[in-house]
């Protein structure tokens, strides 16, 4: 193929232009470099193997991973290619643990006084890799179900339900108000 002088365009010059080249994920000892929510820390959980099967330490106060005491927890579940949020708190922070499945965790920081603030954040957790990650107050996330089966986590938010003054706001996924969109999934 050829322009009207005979001379073949540079296909290769001409796609490159119009690239984005793929920005690092990792650190010089293979850690991710990808931009938490300032506040947000994980925390690798430990497992037991033997032949028999496996034990899971959830959560331990004597770790030291975060100051606010165990008060509550409970157990949600989302079925495959559905979304729960967006979802923001006031009062309290989440503490997320994924048993099985695979989710993916899209934050987004309104904090104006916030090193992250206006950014998103998505992060995948796994009942593969057993870890504890908290959400800070005042940040919107979604949980997104990214596998083949129901994702079940458990949450230890630092304060206890209050059914008649949840502190829980929401916004649908479709939003315009959050610089991200969740494609053709479903979810509220």
Not at 53 to 65: A, I, K, L, M
Request: hydrophobic share 35%.
């Amino acid at each position: 193929m050829s322009d009207h002088s005979g001379i073949r365009p540079n296909i290769l010059e001409s796609t490159l232009a119009a690239a984005q080249r793929d920005e690092r994920t990792l650190d010089e000892q293979r850690q991710s470099i990808a931009p938490l929510v300032d506040g947000m820390t994980f925390f690798d959980s430990i497992r037991h193997n033997d032949d028999r099967g496996s034990v899971t330490e959830v959560y331990d106060p004597r770790w030291g991973w975060h100051a606010d005491p165990l008060v509550f927890s409970y157990i949600f579940t989302i079925r495959p290619g559905l979304v729960k949020g967006w979802g923001l708190h006031k009062l309290h922070e989440d503490r997320y643990f994924v048993v099985s499945g695979e989710l993916e965790l899209v934050l987004y920081d309104p904090r104006p006084e916030s090193s992250t603030y206006g950014k998103i954040s998505k992060v995948y957790l796994s009942g593969n890799r057993p870890r504890l990650v908290n959400i800070p107050k005042f940040v919107w996330h979604a949980d997104r179900n990214i596998g083949t089966s129901e994702v079940v986590v458990i949450n230890f938010p630092t304060i206890q339900y209050d059914h008649s003054n949840p502190d829980k706001y929401r916004l649908p996924i479709d939003t315009d108000l959050i610089p991200y969109d969740f494609g053709s999934a479903k979810g509220w």
